[in-house]
């Protein structure tokens, strides 16, 4: 079974950035798809962003041109580099994986809390 630690959250100002790892117990290179998700107090699970094996990033629409998601194969590490966070960015972020197309989203681990101050 697959498992992914998040790390790298904690509490950052408005406007500095922060930099989110995802360590995974496999081979990264074999996953069909990664993504970044977070959820806010109150608020359903959203996708942040995804990265696919070919090498094609989606983003959602609050954080395209603020946030970075990229791997290191060699690693097996996911990154999210959050740039001009907001305090609507304020939540728990989780990484998940797709191993194959179709396929269902991997089990969801602790997240890393990210607080952004005004």
């Known amino acids: 079974q697959v498992q992914l630690v998040e790390s790298g959250g904690g509490l950052v100002q408005s406007g500095r950035s922060l930099r989110l790892t995802c360590a995974a117990s496999?081979?990264?290179?074999?996953?069909?798809?990664m993504g970044w998700y977070r959820q806010a107090p109150g608020q359903q699970r959203e996708l942040v962003a995804g990265l696919y094996r070919m090498g094609n990033r989606m983003y959602g629409d609050s954080v395209r041109g603020r946030f970075t998601i990229s791997r290191d194969n060699a690693a097996n590490m996911l990154y999210l580099q959050m740039n001009s966070p907001k305090p609507e960015d304020t939540a728990v972020y989780y990484c998940n994986f797709q191993a194959r197309a179709g396929g269902n989203l991997g089990a969801w681990g602790q997240g890393t809390q990210v607080t952004v101050s005004s």
């Open positions: 496999t081979n990264i290179d074999e996953l069909y798809y």
